[in-house]
């Protein structure tokens, strides 16, 4: 019996022994989970970690605390406010000087009212004693208040419609925090003894400021600690009390996407309307983004404690879960709400808010309350930022190898890489071990090994490959490129943190919580019903159908919530306004010509290609809109170069919607490596091509490459491109009236000439994919249309503040000016001929592409699919109003300046094609430039020639000595 004492005894000491170890290697293993990236937070409080944080407030002075400033109004009692406040435009700065007492680490607490702007998020950069202190810094965010103007109201034909998102300036405090969610704790400021100063710059939107003061965020306490309390003071449960609150009607958002949705997986979902459209949750695709915030209203009846549950579905992140912060009144009630994890489950359930034993209780007084969830990134957010580290350190490295290799190394040859770069082999080992902890704390978040996993370890095996055998790296060289690729799809993934709600419930303790799903034969019958009402419901019209003779039919051919936007806008403002009644559909784009020429067309038709407008008016299917007698004084809403695709013959025969062009995107990190200015002139291009590429870098502009979309791909982007050279070099592609192609005269023989001469002498790129490729830095420069600029800055937060877009290079005048002339695109809408309600039809034109139409559509469009969609207006004073960084918006109007509108003649669908002809004679079979492009101009011409003769047009005298051609 003492033998099995004294065994016991040394098993115990072993396994306790081997746990410490195992939990100190775990702890060693968490030490390496640090951001190493310069000026970044996790640095900064490195640097000041070790001072204190003073537990003391210092208030700012508004007014006479400011030692300078810009742009800037001082103001007395705004908007019921106490004392002075600071009124800051969307350009400008304020700097205050503070006596700090004691040195130390301190919050700011900033009290702002968000003034009417271009309805987005407030930003801001801070500068502590003339520095922004780390890169976060430079961009903190305000957020704005969103209510629906009405509630949920149901249509002619039974289906509910989505209220418009209207803003409600209010007075709101906060501390400054971190924009993307790394940092769950408000941002913490080094402050000296004695003097400081604190500026705040403008980067969008207009704001007043209030109060800005130094303190110290207040701690939260535990839920043991609140219980403890709620034992002292004698609270008590209350009895039979259910509180249902409809997530659909919140009464308050951060933003204006987060708007009711529809869900029909579930005849459960409250409420349900069988086959008809219901409002009915909210969240899911748009409630994703840390920061982001929903605030429901709801009244207590009884003072006491209740329970808080939840139905939810979290069907989005397998494999991970997604957080919330909950808010009661504004604040957290214990720590543990700050912190709520959804883990994913594809059906519906009713969750409630408890620890691993019973449900949390919360106490509430009778009387109203706000309850709001707050999107996190919970746990992750460590994680997350870690990776997002990585991301940057590997494709560093990427770029060093790069350099050394070229794109294609030659899988045979040894670079002996650990000997020029040995710095980046041991970053190497170093990446993949803290991508293996990240895997590891996953696993142990979650329960288990998911597919979400995958890429980290995949990536981590190869780095610790790669660094031990660096010859191997030349053979996976393309492999590595797509795994740091991965890496940063993943990184994107993994911070939506996406949950829809159906309805919360707060309820008395021990309340029976409802069941979230019905049986399986409700559920079969509601999929039937489903089923059965498609065939008649009519899913193409939107919105109320209205029955008479004097109805206005308007086609759309995009996408239904395009759609539905537009005729939400209809009914409450021109149908109002005017009186004119119209019916909405949304059809297919190949729809449109059949229907016209059967005589079954609309009377207006919005959001067509601009090619179509000149296109129905040589067949006399389009109305000349300077037969109304108010049209000049619609056209002055655009630039002349908007309406040059719809003027054929002396007429114009549509009005632009939008207008689309290149801008010039370069790396701002990797300029600066490299030393190099961004070129503002054809010649500064040529000047920095030698120095990036002698780096395996690349600079590309757009060209047709049929079958890869990612670069544009479609017929005419290289027509685009040769457009830059063609303007700024006095040329035209049509002569007077359109009769001939004008690409046979000098200036265009010359634009041609340099044009493939970037691609023939400078081997520039022919296919690629611009937004990978600048996001790994292979191509840190390059012309691209200005709408790729939402989705880097949506989906590269690698990158964000790495990069600007300015104006596209140009060619320099005898007068020093520079011509940065360009092509653009775009869509329009336009009148059918056979319209018998054209009056009618031009009120809704100049209403559609009027200022404020085009503006309120522009932000209801962002509101719903978000900044990605950001709506390219062709009005020249909604782009002034619409949500760009006023810096960025500057940049757009100037090149805007220089946009030449590209005429559209019969037969000129020649031009963009054989132009591409024209360009891969050239780069592919060695072919002479000048006459490759005037063997082409005959072919074109023949074509409008062709198109002339067919429709009874005029040919060219010039080119004929007769002005008709003989057959």
Not at 26 to 54: A, F, T
Not at 516 to 538: N, R, T, V
Not at 889 to 899: C, K
Request: charged share 25%.
């Amino acid at each position: 019996m003492k033998k099995i004492r004294v065994m016991v005894l040394v098993i115990s000491i072993v396994l306790i022994s081997t746990t410490n170890r195992a939990q100190m290697t775990k702890e060693s293993n968490r030490d390496i989970l640090v951001v190493s990236r310069e000026n970044s937070y996790d640095q900064y409080l490195q640097n000041y970690g070790k001072y204190e944080h003073p537990d003391t407030n210092v208030f700012i002075q508004m007014g006479k605390d400011i030692v300078d400033s810009e742009g800037i109004k001082i103001v007395s009692h705004y908007e019921s406010s106490t004392g002075e406040s600071v009124v800051m435009d969307e350009s400008g700065f304020v700097e205050w000087a503070v006596e700090v007492e004691q040195e130390g680490l301190y919050n700011l607490f900033i009290a702002y009212y968000p003034m009417e702007g271009r309805s987005s998020t407030i930003e801001r950069s801070i500068s502590i004693n003339d520095q922004i202190p780390f890169d976060g810094a430079s961009n903190i965010v305000f957020n704005r208040v969103w209510v629906d103007i009405e509630p949920i109201k149901k249509d002619a034909r039974g289906n509910d419609v989505r209220p418009m998102q209207v803003e409600v300036p209010r007075w709101q405090t906060q501390y400054i925090s971190d924009a993307m969610g790394y940092y769950t704790e408000p941002y913490a400021f080094y402050f000296k003894k004695g003097r400081n100063t604190i500026r705040l710059e403008s980067v969008r939107e207009p704001m007043v400021i209030n109060q800005l003061a130094l303190k110290q965020a207040k701690t939260v306490p535990t839920y043991e600690e609140i219980k403890t309390i709620y034992d002292a003071k004698g609270y008590q449960p209350v009895e039979q009390q259910v509180i249902k609150i409809q997530a659909e009607q919140a009464a308050y958002k951060s933003d204006p996407t987060l708007y009711a949705i529809t869900d029909r997986s579930s005849p459960a979902t409250e409420p349900n309307h069988g086959s008809k459209i219901a409002l009915n949750a909210i969240g899911g695709e748009k409630w994703k983004t840390p920061g982001q915030t929903i605030t429901w209203v709801f009244d207590v009846p009884e003072s006491g404690l209740y329970n808080i549950a939840l139905k939810e579905r979290q069907n989005f992140q397998s494999g991970l879960y997604v957080s919330r912060k909950l808010m009661i009144d504004g604040e957290a009630p214990f720590k543990e709400m700050e912190n709520l994890n959804f883990n994913y489950e594809n059906a519906w359930r009713v969750t409630p808010l408890k620890d691993e034993t019973e449900p949390y209780s919360f106490y509430l007084e009778k009387g109203t309350h706000e309850l709001t969830l707050e999107v996190t990134l919970g746990d992750l957010s460590h994680i997350i930022r870690v990776v997002e580290d990585s991301v940057y350190q590997l494709n560093s490295i990427y770029r060093k190898i790069l350099m050394i290799t070229g794109s294609s190394p030659d899988k045979y040859r040894d670079y002996a890489l650990d000997k020029k770069l040995p710095k980046e082999m041991e970053v190497l080992t170093y990446q993949s071990n803290v991508l293996a902890e990240v895997s590891n704390m996953l696993i142990e978040q979650v329960g288990k090994k998911g597919a979400n996993s995958a890429i980290l370890d995949k990536l981590s095996y190869q780095l610790k490959d790669f660094a031990q055998k660096p010859y191997k790296i030349p053979k996976s060289f393309k492999t590595f490129k797509d795994n740091i690729s991965s890496l940063g799809t993943w990184l994107l993934e993994s911070r939506e943190q996406k949950l829809e709600l159906d309805y919360i419930l707060i309820t008395s303790p021990g309340t029976p919580l409802p069941k979230a799903d019905h049986g399986f034969l409700k559920k079969m019958a509601h999929e039937a019903e489903l089923f059965i009402y498609s065939f008649f419901e009519d899913y193409n019209s939107i919105g109320d159908v209205e029955d008479g003779e004097e109805v206005l039919t308007v086609w759309i051919d995009t996408g239904r919530d395009q759609a539905q936007v537009l005729k939400n806008m209809i009914d409450d403002t021109f149908t109002p306004r005017s009186g004119v009644k119209v019916n909405l559909r949304l059809v297919a784009p190949n729809v449109l010509l059949p229907a016209t020429v059967a005589g079954r067309g609309p009377d207006v038709a919005v959001q067509a290609f601009n090619q179509i407008a000149v296109n129905y008016a040589i067949r006399n299917a389009v109305q000349d809109l300077t037969a109304f007698s108010d049209f000049d004084s619609v056209k002055d809403r655009f630039y002349k170069s908007a309406m040059v695709p719809f003027e054929f013959e002396g007429g114009y025969y549509g009005l632009p919607e939008t207008q689309v062009y290149p801008m010039l995107f370069y790396r701002t990190d990797i300029f600066k490596e490299l030393n190099l200015e961004p070129p503002q002139t054809w010649q500064d291009v040529y000047d920095i091509l030698p120095v990036i590429q002698k780096k395996y870098m690349d600079f590309v502009i757009p060209v047709s490459t049929p079958g890869l979309p990612q670069n544009g791909g479609r017929p005419g982007l290289g027509l685009q491109s040769y457009q830059m050279y063609l303007y700024q070099n006095g040329g035209t592609l049509y002569k007077e009236k359109g009769m001939s192609s004008a690409l046979n005269q000098e200036a265009a023989i010359a634009s041609f000439k340099k044009w493939t001469a970037l691609f023939t002498n400078y081997k520039l790129p022919i296919e690629y994919n611009f937004f990978n490729r600048f996001r790994i830095g292979e191509v840190p420069i390059g012309i691209s249309d200005f709408t790729v600029y939402n989705q880097l800055a949506v989906a590269a937060p690698e990158i964000r503040g790495l990069w600007e877009f300015i104006p596209i290079p140009g060619t320099r005048k005898e007068d020093g000016t520079i011509d940065r002339s360009t092509g653009s695109n775009g869509q329009t809408c336009i009148m059918l001929k056979s319209s018998q309600y054209k009056e009618e039809a031009w009120a809704f034109m100049k209403w559609w592409t009027s200022a404020d139409a085009q503006i309120r559509y522009a932000r209801e469009m962002e509101s719903i699919m978000g900044a990605a969609a950001r709506y390219p207006t062709a009005n020249v004073e909604a782009l002034k109003q619409l949500p760009w960084p006023y810096k960025d918006y500057v940049s757009l109007s100037q090149q805007w300046e220089w946009v030449k509108g590209v005429p559209e003649v019969p037969g000129g669908y020649f031009t963009p094609r054989h132009m591409d002809n024209a360009f891969r004679s050239v780069l592919y079979e060695g072919e002479d430039p000048r006459e490759t492009l005037l063997d082409y101009v005959l072919i074109i011409n023949q074509e409008i020639d062709t198109k002339r003769k067919e429709f009874g047009l005029e040919l060219d005298p010039d080119r004929y000595e007769n002005k008709e051609v003989t057959e």
